[in-house]
């Protein structure tokens, strides 16, 4: 027989979401897990606030306005970038272009290779060390810039015409904050 003397709060067990008649026994073994902070968070958690969520949809909102302006060029935001800073800086190896990238090496190699295959990237073994390899943009990296890098300027203006003119500034500045580069880098 049940206790008439209820629990103290920090023991009483959540009641089931609206929906859970058709529950499985493990999803409300699960329910019964939650601790009292846990369910005091999800009572009040929208992921339309979470910082990370809306970075990542405004991340799938440029990468989507890429691809549809470019889909005939089988390009991709990071390989324009490649090609962008190895023009900027000849000779870079392979290691220093994922650096400047934010890329881990082994992705870079493979993008790399496929640039190369497509001869829009030039590789060559560096003079001192012939384990690595320096890049150089290629004529058709440069033909494919050409035809790019207009437009392209296009799809930042319109993806950032989302915001009022005045809080665009601030923005690319907060981002820059976040991902850690000084307002004025150019990295």
Known sequence: MPSPIAAPPSQTRPAPPDGAAGMPPEARQAIQALTPETQALLADFQLGDI?????RRAHFLAEEMFSSEFAGEALTP????????????PGLNQNALADRLFM?????ADMVRRLVAGKL?????ARNDHRAYQLYLAPAGAQLLNRVLPRDAGIETRLLERLPEEYRPLFLKCLKMLVGAAPH???
Do not use: Y
């Open 104 to 108: 881990d090496r082994n992705t870079i």
């Open 51 to 55: 910082v990370s969520h809306l970075l």
């Open 121 to 125: 990237l030039v590789r060559q073994a």
């Open 185 to 187: 880098s150019t990295k």
């Open 78 to 89: 990071r390989q324009k970038a490649a090609l962008i800073v190895v023009h900027q800086q």
